[in-house]
Nanobody, 125 residues
Framework: QVQLVESGGGLVQAGGSLRLSCAVS????????MAWFRQGPGKEREFVAAISWSGSNTPYADSVKGRFTISRDNAANTLYLQMNSLKPEDTAVYYCALAKTLGVISRTQTGYDYWGQGTQVTVSS
């Protein structure tokens, strides 16, 4: 059974930083793309960033480009999201996701088969 468990969320002041982690069990992730999505209060879930299996391709949403960095450690079966210069509008539940198809990287939720339970990030002004 594949499980994704996020951690690292919390409350931070605007301008601060957080690092999210997503530990995967039940499947070796080294051949699959992974991604972060988020859902703010009263909003739909949206794409944040994705990373190819090798780490060579890392698309970002325009709203986080230059502030967030996605990375992965295939040996540890873990995905990361370093979030700097946080803004109140970054407040959301952050979800990690594992792709369903080998080698495919996507900005849409339908490209991912497995999801974590989410971790809350709250940025105060």
């Amino acid at each position: 059974q594949v499980q994704l468990v996020e951690s690292g969320g919390g409350l931070v002041q605007a301008g601060g930083s957080l690092r999210l982690s997503c530990a995967v069990s039940g499947r070796t992730v080294s051949s699959y793309s992974m991604a972060w999505f988020r859902q703010g209060p009263g909003k739909e879930r949206e794409f944040v960033a994705a990373i190819s299996w090798s780490g060579s391709n890392t698309p970002y949403a325009d709203s986080v480009k230059g502030r967030f960095t996605i990375s992965r450690d295939n040996a540890a079966n873990t995905l990361y999201l370093q979030m700097n210069s946080l803004k109140p509008e970054d407040t959301a539940v952050y979800y990690c996701a594992l792709a369903k198809t080998l080698g495919v990287i996507s900005r849409t939720q339908t490209g991912y088969d497995y999801w974590g339970q989410g971790t809350q990030v709250t940025v105060s002004s």
